[in-house]
């Protein structure tokens, strides 16, 4: 047996159990070795062994004369892949079976390295547009460009073949030092271009980005809490100190979780002393858990605002709970997923793996973050959408918070439980970024491939320019935006002008986001969209205004 995870299930709102990979794409997070070793010396004994003879009894009885006399041919093995499935979902909502053919893609996700050519891409019109190779890679060694279009892959026509993201991104995957073809059309070339890259050990990094904001203020976004985070968080924090880092924001927005233990590493980073991280609580007290801070950390003292969001869930709340808990940060943003349960990794005969929930895990003064769940599962998939019914992502009156499970911080403030950590500041959504209008627009690929193209079609001008230059300089005119119309429209995306109108302010930073990534890197692109970023721009702020030591 392994030792317990915590998982969840990422975007919630926009996924169906069990039918596609992603349904299966979860983060781990990991306990201490005492509790493994705990589950695997003291595995409690089920508590009615008869019933569950009888009930495996009953099922192998059932599927044996289906299989022997259903009038049709029926794959039993599916079948009874959907009845484990339908079995785990009466008990919780993160108590999954993972098939063994999608094992090794649900644990790649928090690798810290991966194999393939390099390169981030987008599929606008069916075609795969290269957004960026990654530096250090096979495909920007080869030189492959920005705006490139990869007709074919391993000698298979991709372009037109309407293929999915996922699949376009396995057939770019394979073992270190194997060859993979492209077949490559580049702008003003007459001729495809032929290429042939050696398959290499590519960074599958964790922390997004880290900069200063200004001479004393640093900012890091940390996506997922992976095998190699904390390393990760490490370099950055010290980078940014050596740069004269007195004060820091960060970004936790949107991050589905991870690895338990590097989320109450980066945490004991913050926090002073010997106080307590998390604990977990189990129905058999072998699984009764308690993390501590160990170490002196790089950042005990100093200004600190965390930015959270609906998608900030499990190892994510785990370290934005303890922090609050500790009057150690200041929480800017929205109420977190709400996500706590444990989850014990089970290795099965066929290859496959069981993740059974043993616990739920509590924040420092004992808020349990699992929101609640009941026996549906439908009902608990459109949580979040519900939020945004009763108005709870965009108005701070809408938020409402369970007063019978009121706690104290370490210095008096109010905190709650019953599902989630509510901010410290809100900071509602930005209805404009979740708009129809635009989010079609993102979905089609058609602002990315509009910037390509510009930045293709100026890349001698914008090479010409240093990025404050341009950053104070440049903006999307009105003409370019009935351009981006037109192209949307010539995509599928029927023209809506008042629409357009609306998230015009929103539209011209993100194509300028996008150039700027392109022309100037990702330092650059994150440095432009924090002109629209409400949550990042509040938190800036705060952090500069010493609103975080009054905590204190």
Do not use: W
């Given at each position: 047996?392994?030792?317990?995870?915590?998982?969840?299930?990422?975007?919630?709102?926009?996924?169906?159990?069990?039918r596609?990979?992603?349904?299966?794409?979860?983060?781990?997070l990991?306990?201490?070795?005492?509790?493994?070793?705990?589950?695997?010396?003291?595995r409690?004994?089920?508590?009615?062994?008869?019933?569950?003879?009888?009930?495996?009894?009953r099922?192998?009885?059932?599927?044996?004369?289906?299989?022997?006399?259903?009038?049709?041919?029926?794959?039993?093995?599916?079948l009874?892949?959907?009845?484990?499935n339908?079995?785990?979902?009466?008990?919780?909502?993160?108590?999954?079976?993972?098939?063994?053919?999608?094992?090794?893609?649900?644990d790649?996700?928090?690798?810290?390295e991966?194999?393939?050519?390099?390169?981030?891409?987008?599929?606008?019109?069916?075609?795969?547009?290269?957004?960026?190779?990654?530096?250090?890679?096979?495909?920007?060694?080869a030189?492959?460009?920005?705006?490139?279009q990869?007709?074919?892959?391993?000698?298979?026509?991709?372009?037109?073949?309407?293929?999915?993201?996922?699949?376009?991104?396995?057939?770019?995957?394979?073992?270190?030092?194997?060859?993979?073809?492209?077949?490559?059309?580049r702008?003003?070339?007459?001729?495809?271009?032929?290429?042939?890259?050696?398959r290499?050990?590519?960074?599958?990094?964790?922390?997004?980005?880290?900069?200063?904001?200004?001479?004393?203020?640093?900012?890091?976004?940390?996506?997922?809490?992976?095998a190699?985070?904390?390393?990760?968080?490490?370099?950055?924090?010290?980078d940014l100190r050596r740069?004269?880092?007195?004060?820091?924001?960060?970004?936790l927005?949107?991050?589905?979780g991870?690895?338990?233990d590097?989320?109450t590493?980066?945490?004991?980073?913050?926090?002073?002393?010997?106080r307590k991280?998390?604990s977990?609580?189990?129905?058999?007290?072998?699984?009764?858990?308690?993390?501590y801070?160990?170490?002196?950390?790089?950042?005990?003292?100093?200004?600190?605002?965390?930015?959270?969001?609906?998608?900030?869930?499990?190892?994510?709340?785990?370290?934005?709970?303890?922090?609050?808990?500790?009057?150690?940060a200041?929480?800017?943003?929205?109420r977190?997923?709400?996500?706590?349960?444990?989850?014990?990794?089970?290795?099965?005969?066929?290859?496959?793996?069981l993740?059974?929930?043993?616990?739920r895990?509590?924040?420092?003064?004992?808020?349990?973050?699992?929101?609640?769940?009941?026996?549906?599962?439908?009902?608990?998939?459109?949580?979040?959408s519900?939020?945004?019914?009763?108005?709870?992502?965009?108005?701070?009156?809408?938020?409402?918070?369970?007063?019978?499970?009121?706690?104290?911080t370490?210095?008096?403030?109010?905190?709650?439980?019953?599902?989630?950590?509510m901010?410290d500041?809100f900071?509602?959504?930005?209805?404009?970024?979740?708009?129809?209008?635009y989010?079609?627009?993102?979905?089609?690929g058609?602002l990315?491939?509009?910037?390509?193209?510009?930045?293709?079609?100026?890349?001698?001008?914008?090479d010409g320019?240093?990025?404050?230059?341009?950053?104070?300089?440049?903006?999307?005119?009105?003409?370019?935006?009935?351009?981006l119309?037109?192209?949307a429209?010539?995509?599928?995306?029927a023209?809506?002008?008042?629409?357009?109108?609306?998230?015009?302010?929103?539209?011209?930073?993100v194509?300028?986001?996008?150039?700027?990534?392109?022309?100037?890197?990702?330092?650059?692109?994150?440095?432009?969209?924090?002109?629209?970023?409400?949550?990042?721009?509040?938190?800036i702020?705060l952090?500069?205004?010493?609103?975080?030591?009054?905590?204190?």
């Amino acid at each position: 047996m392994q030792p317990p995870v915590f998982s969840i299930r990422p975007h919630l709102c926009r996924v169906q159990r069990p039918r596609s990979f992603y349904s299966l794409l979860r983060p781990l997070l990991l306990l201490g070795a005492g509790a493994a070793l705990a589950a695997v010396a003291l595995r409690p004994a089920g508590a009615d062994p008869e019933a569950t003879a009888r009930g495996y009894s009953r099922f192998r009885e059932i599927l044996t004369h289906i299989d022997r006399e259903y009038a049709d041919t029926v794959d039993t093995e599916a079948l009874s892949d959907y009845a484990v499935n339908q079995m785990l979902e009466k008990l919780d909502p993160h108590s999954v079976y993972i098939p063994a053919r999608d094992r090794a893609r649900v644990d790649a996700f928090l690798q810290s390295e991966s194999d393939g050519v390099g390169i981030e891409f987008n599929l606008f019109r069916d075609t795969m547009t290269v957004v960026a190779p990654l530096s250090g890679g096979p495909a920007e060694a080869a030189g492959i460009q920005p705006g490139d279009q990869i007709l074919a892959v391993g000698g298979r026509r991709v372009a037109g073949a309407r293929l999915s993201n996922p699949a376009l991104a396995e057939l770019l995957r394979g073992p270190s030092g194997s060859k993979l073809a492209l077949e490559i059309r580049r702008r003003r070339l007459r001729q495809p271009l032929r290429m042939v890259l050696v398959r290499s050990k590519l960074p599958n990094n964790s922390v997004d980005i880290s900069y200063l904001l200004d001479a004393e203020t640093g900012y890091i976004k940390i996506s997922r809490f992976a095998a190699n985070t904390y390393d990760e968080f490490k370099i950055a924090l010290a980078d940014l100190r050596r740069q004269g880092l007195s004060r820091l924001v960060l970004d936790l927005r949107g991050n589905p979780g991870g690895y338990l233990d590097r989320a109450t590493r980066v945490a004991d980073e913050f926090i002073a002393g010997s106080r307590k991280i998390v604990s977990t609580r189990g129905r058999d007290e072998q699984f009764n858990t308690e993390t501590y801070a160990r170490e002196t950390g790089e950042f005990e003292e100093g200004n600190l605002v965390v930015l959270i969001d609906e998608g900030s869930a499990s190892a994510a709340e785990v370290l934005a709970g303890a922090l609050q808990d500790h009057d150690r940060a200041l929480l800017v943003g929205r109420r977190s997923f709400g996500k706590g349960l444990v989850q014990q990794p089970i290795a099965l005969a066929n290859g496959g793996e069981l993740r059974l929930t043993i616990a739920r895990y509590y924040t420092p003064v004992g808020r349990s973050i699992q929101k609640p769940y009941g026996q549906n599962y439908a009902e608990y998939s459109r949580e979040l959408s519900g939020r945004l019914e009763r108005g709870e992502l965009t108005e701070a009156d809408s938020n409402r918070v369970a007063q019978g499970l009121r706690f104290r911080t370490d210095h008096g403030r109010a905190v709650y439980g019953g599902g989630g950590i509510m901010p410290d500041v809100f900071v509602p959504r930005d209805t404009l970024a979740h708009a129809a209008y635009y989010t079609r627009l993102q979905g089609r690929g058609v602002l990315r491939a509009f910037a390509l193209a510009f930045y293709q079609g100026h890349r001698a001008e914008l090479d010409g320019l240093r990025f404050e230059q341009f950053n104070s300089t440049f903006a999307i005119s009105e003409a370019q935006l009935v351009a981006l119309a037109a192209q949307a429209a010539q995509s599928g995306v029927a023209p809506d002008a008042a629409a357009a109108r609306r998230a015009a302010p929103l539209l011209r930073n993100v194509l300028k986001a996008y150039i700027a990534r392109s022309a100037y890197g990702p330092v650059a692109y994150y440095a432009v969209l924090r002109e629209q970023d409400a949550e990042l721009l509040r938190g800036i702020k705060l952090v500069q205004d010493s609103v975080v030591m009054r905590l204190r």
